[in-house]
């Protein structure tokens, strides 16, 4: 079956440091992939998503690109702020019912001042 | 676009109440709707996908008597912990999808924490 598989967290970077999260993915067919941020207390906002292969998402700073031959939607960030700072998701979109996606285990972010 | 919104923010009761969590997209309309459920530390589990005018359809060993769904129109599913335990205590995320949008794309509410006491 579908399955996503996350860089394990904690991670903890300085404000300005670069930033990535490696995801990677196995999945029949040709899935949309997403990445959600979950700030402390609050419900998932989506962050960025790519629905084919070499597409690039980007939201606030951050980028991922979907790409097949790696299977692979790691998020990256230039220069984090401690704003940042939160649970990011991986996730893997059923194209014909979006409950169906499925997620990683997420990562924490914790950026330092 | 595309607001999700959750009330209550957070609920306490006593065990042996029912809770209502209501789900509201603000500024589309959706057809579908799903039921997450969040432990500490955890990924999003789903409970239940939830269909205007229909019943809800749910996941293995999610019990439909216990977590009753209502989607009584295109803007509104409510989801009833009846009976609540302690062990029912949560994060309770509902998501949708647009009417006639991309059905991969879902938007989060912000989530109802529940605790039984």
């Known amino acids: 079956g579908d399955s996503v598989t996350q860089m394990e967290g904690p991670v903890t970077l300085s404000e300005e440091a670069f930033l990535t999260i490696n995801c990677t993915y196995t999945?029949?067919?040709?899935?949309?992939l997403f990445w959600y941020v979950q700030y402390p207390g609050e419900g998932l906002q989506l962050l960025l998503k790519a629905t084919k292969a070499d597409d690039k998402g980007s939201n606030k700073g951050f980028e991922a690109t979907y790409r097949k031959e790696t299977t692979s939607f790691h998020l990256e960030k230039g220069s984090v702020q401690v704003s940042d700072s939160a649970v990011y998701f991986c996730?893997?979109?059923?194209?014909?019912?979006?409950?169906?996606?499925?997620f990683g285990d997420g990562t924490t972010l914790t950026v330092k001042p | 676009g595309a607001v999700v919104s959750q009330h209550p923010s957070w609920v306490i009761c006593k065990s042996g109440t029912s809770v209502k969590i209501e789900c509201r997209s603000l500024?589309?309309?959706?057809?579908?709707m799903f039921w997450y459920r969040q432990f500490p530390k955890q990924s999003l589990m789903l409970m239940a996908t939830s269909n205007e005018g229909s019943k809800a359809t749910y996941e293995q060993g999610v019990e439909k008597d216990k977590f009753l769904i209502n989607h009584a129109s295109l803007t509104l599913s409510t989801l009833t912990v009846t009976s609540a335990h302690p062990e029912d205590s949560s994060f309770y995320i509902c998501?949708?999808?647009?009417?006639?949008?991309?059905?991969?794309?879902?938007?989060f509410g912000p989530g109802t924490r529940l605790l039984v006491l």
């Open positions: 500024d589309f309309q959706a057809t579908t």
């Open positions: 999945a029949t067919g040709y899935p949309s």
């Open positions: 996730a893997l979109g059923s194209n014909t019912n979006a409950g169906k996606s499925t």
């Open positions: 998501s949708a999808t647009v009417t006639g949008g991309p059905q991969e794309t879902q938007y």
